[in-house]
């Protein structure tokens, strides 16, 4: 108050409302730092955005003291100044000041991605510029006591009043900031950037909605994704934990993956049919379909609870049935074949010497059996055991590795018939095909 400037005053005030932030600004990120609690699941971040908010409204209340004042010296009174070299000297310190906790501020902001301590370097920041002026506005008042231009003594509410919009214009940024941050207002371009990178993931068919969210330095997105319909819980699983990688290498965040089942572009009847089985909980296999005199009729193997009676197991067959008819462009002839899903897992007694000696004349038989080119290079690991009084033979048959899996099982079913037709006795047959070089 020695040299009775404005602009002194205005940055001196400035300065001290530095001293609160910081303050306000150590507690915050005191308090933001402790980990999610039962009553706070989303943590304690947005403490560091409330701070912020505190600290804007000072700043505000501060300018519009300092623009009030500048306007009463500049049309009401004028005050006698008296600049000095001490009062350069103590500006030029803080201005030094300034400069190196702005620096300082703003590299561990970005290092631990907080919003108070950003806050703190813009605030500091623009500490610079109005120094700045505030030196300047001195060095004209004394400019003008000293060669006679009484005039320049209005350099100094002048400059108090862009220091006033200096702070004006950092409580508007830091304000708009924090406002949205409390609103959730998601981040710029993030949102599109998350969206392109999780729909170039194989298996995701579209990215339904993207919302982000920050709450001091971490970031919560929660993503709704499109996948085929038919995927399985683990299938699913897997592609979520693929949705988060891929957002982690843009941002830090808590992802949550919500998955929306679709049919994808172009679906094959077939995809459309296991679809609605899995509507209906049912387990299907063994789907066909032929197309005779302009119909398509269709087959499958529907597997039901072996406890089940015949009507109870009917009715499920005809829910399946009006399910597939339903199916857009699709009038079809329905024929499902129902057997029991087994779930008791019977003991089978050792194999024999009548097993051994049956194993080794199935091996023999089918390795007799001529082959066209590599459909069928050997048979081998034969065993037989008898299983509720029922005969099951399992064997594994080595071939081209090269041949499409639809000509191979064509060979297989061929080959389990020419068995069966040899040894009637055996109840089952199981052969396992595999390539050559794996034998």
């Known amino acids: 108050m020695t040299t009775g400037s404005l602009s002194v005053l205005s940055e001196a005030l400035h300065s001290g409302l530095d001293l609160v932030a910081a303050v306000v600004t150590w507690l915050s ?7 999610a609690d039962e009553n706070h699941p989303y943590g304690h971040g947005k403490f ?4 912020a908010f ?13 623009v009030w004042e500048a306007f009463h010296r500049l049309l009401i009174r004028g005050v006698h100044l008296r600049p000095s070299v001490s009062t350069l000297a103590v500006l030029l310190v803080g201005l030094g000041i300034d400069l190196a906790r702005a620096r300082a501020l703003r590299r561990v902001a970005q290092r631990y991605r907080s919003e108070a301590l950003e806050a703190d370097a813009l605030h500091f920041s623009a500490d610079v510029w109005s120094t700045t002026v505030v030196i300047a506005s001195i060095a004209a008042v004394w400019a003008g006591q000293r060669w006679g231009a009484p005039w320049l003594r209005y350099a100094d509410p002048l400059a108090a009043l862009m220091v006033a919009g200096f702070i004006i214009w ?15 207002a998601a981040p710029v371009a993030m949102q599109r950037r998350i969206a392109e990178a999780v729909e170039s993931i194989d298996g995701v068919l579209r990215a339904e909605r993207v919302r982000v969210r920050r709450a001091g330095n971490r970031h919560f997105v929660d993503v709704t994704i499109s996948l085929a319909r038919t995927a399985s819980l683990q299938q699913a699983h897997l592609l979520s934990d693929a949705v988060e990688k891929s957002v982690a290498e843009i941002v830090p965040a808590d992802v949550m993956v919500h998955m929306e089942p679709r049919a994808s572009a172009g679906e094959h009847l077939f995809e459309a049919v296991r679809a609605a089985a899995q509507r209906l909980g049912l387990a299907i296999h063994e789907l066909s379909a032929h197309q005779m ?5 269709m087959e499958m193997h529907l597997e039901v609870d072996e406890h089940l009676s015949l009507r109870e197991a009917h009715r499920h067959a005809n829910e399946l049935e009006q399910a597939v008819r339903a199916l857009p462009d699709t009038q079809a ?8 899903q087994g779930k008791r897992i019977p003991a089978s007694e050792s194999e024999s010497g009548e097993m051994q000696l049956l ?23 034969v065993h037989v055991r008898e299983v509720d009084h029922r005969i099951v033979v399992s064997c594994h048959c080595a071939m081209d590795g090269d041949l499409p899996i639809t000509q191979v099982h064509d060979v297989m079913a061929a080959l389990e018939d020419r068995v069966r037709s040899q040894f009637p006795q055996i109840s089952r047959l199981t052969i396992h095909p595999e390539p050559t070089e794996e034998r």
């Open 29 to 35: 990120v005191g308090i933001s730092d402790r980990p």
């Open 48 to 51: 560091e955005n409330f701070s």
């Open 54 to 66: 505190v600290e804007t409204g000072l700043l505000l209340l501060t300018a519009l003291y300092i």
């Open 170 to 184: 950092v409580g508007g940024r830091l304000g708009r900031r924090t406002i949205d941050a409390l609103l959730d």
């Open 293 to 297: 005199d302009g119909r398509l009729f």
């Open 333 to 340: 002839e329905v024929n499902i074949h129902i057997e029991p």
């Open 359 to 381: 194993s080794r004349a199935v091996e023999e038989f089918v390795n007799a059996l001529p082959a066209k080119g590599n459909e069928r290079v050997d048979c081998h690991e």
